[in-house]
C-alpha cells in the first residue's frame, strides 16, 4: 500500500519495466490514477496485462514507482551540492541547493508527463502523497535547513528556519508555476540557460542577504535580553 516506505526505482530497467513507466506516467497523468486502468497502460507499453503484477505488484506499486522516478531522475541528473568540495561554505551550498533546485524545475529534456503527473498528485492528491512527502520533499526540505541555519547562526529559533526555507522554496517554484502569467507580463523575457543562471544569481544573493539580516537582528535581540536581565 501507498503508506509502506517508499523504495528506489532499479535504474537497470528491463526494457518491459521501462515501456511500462512510461505507458503508466502518460495515461496517469493524462486520466489520474483511479481512472487508469491496468489494461490502457499495458496496451500502450505493448505488454502482457500480466506485466504490471509480474514487474511492480500491482497498480498501486506500479504508480508509486512510476511517481518515485521522477525525482530520482532529477536528483541524479542535478545532484543537491553540485560537486562541491566537503568543505564547501554555507552561502556555497546555499547557491548549489538553488541551482540544482531550479534546473529540476525547468529540466526541459524531462518527458511531459512529468510535470502534469506531480501536478494531478497536488490537485487530486491519493495515499501516495503521504510517503512522497516523507520520503522526497521532507528530505529536500531538511537539507535546506540545514544549510539556512548554518547561514542564521545559533541566535535563530526552529519558526526562523522554517519561514527562511519556505520563503527560498517559494521563490524557486514560482518562476516555474506562474510562467504563464509572467510570459504575459514580461513578453520580452524567453527562457535561456542564461535567464536561469541570472535567476539562481538573484535569489542566492536576495536569499543571502535577508538571511544575513535576520541573523544581524537576532544576535541583537539576544544581546538586548541579556543586557536587560544584568
Known amino acids: 500500500m501507498f503508506k509502506k516506505q517508499i523504495k528506489s526505482v532499479d535504474s537497470d530497467f528491463s526494457t518491459?519495466?521501462?515501456?511500462?513507466?512510461?505507458?503508466a506516467g502518460e495515461t496517469f497523468a493524462e486520466l489520474g490514477y483511479r481512472a487508469a486502468t491496468v489494461r490502457q497502460i499495458c496496451e500502450k507499453a505493448g505488454a502482457n496485462v500480466a506485466a504490471v503484477n509480474y514487474y511492480f505488484g500491482d497498480k498501486e506499486k506500479?504508480?508509486?514507482?512510476?511517481?518515485?522516478?521522477?525525482?530520482?531522475a532529477h536528483a541524479e541528473k542535478y545532484p543537491p551540492r553540485f560537486g562541491l568540495r566537503p568543505e564547501a561554505t554555507a552561502a556555497e551550498q546555499l547557491r548549489a541547493y538553488i541551482q540544482s533546485l531550479l534546473r529540476r524545475i525547468f529540466d526541459a529534456g524531462r518527458p511531459g508527463w512529468h510535470a502534469k503527473?506531480?501536478?494531478?498528485?497536488?490537485?487530486?492528491?491519493?495515499r501516495a502523497l503521504d510517503s512522497l512527502l516523507e520520503e522526497v520533499a521532507r528530505p529536500l526540505h531538511r537539507?535546506?535547513?540545514a544549510i539556512v541555519r548554518q547561514l542564521l547562526g545559533p541566535a535563530a529559533n526552529d519558526a526562523d528556519v522554517k519561514l527562511c526555507v519556505l520563503s527560498i522554496m517559494g521563490q524557486c517554484v514560482y518562476y516555474h508555476h506562474a510562467r504563464a502569467v509572467l510570459s504575459r507580463l514580461y513578453p520580452e523575457?524567453?527562457?535561456?540557460s542564461e535567464d536561469l543562471a541570472?535567476?539562481?544569481?538573484?535569489?542566492?544573493?536576495?536569499?543571502?542577504a535577508a538571511l544575513r539580516d535576520l541573523a544581524r537582528r537576532r544576535q541583537i535581540q539576544i544581546q538586548t535580553d541579556e543586557a536587560r536581565q544584568a
Open 16 to 23: 518491459t519495466e521501462q515501456r511500462l513507466l512510461e505507458a
Open 62 to 72: 506500479l504508480y508509486m514507482a512510476v511517481l518515485r522516478s521522477v525525482p530520482d
Open 117 to 126: 503527473i506531480v501536478a494531478r498528485e497536488m490537485v487530486e492528491p491519493t
Open 143 to 145: 537539507e535546506l535547513a
Open 189 to 192: 523575457q524567453t527562457p535561456s
Open 198 to 208: 541570472r535567476l539562481v544569481d538573484h535569489i542566492t544573493e536576495f536569499s543571502l
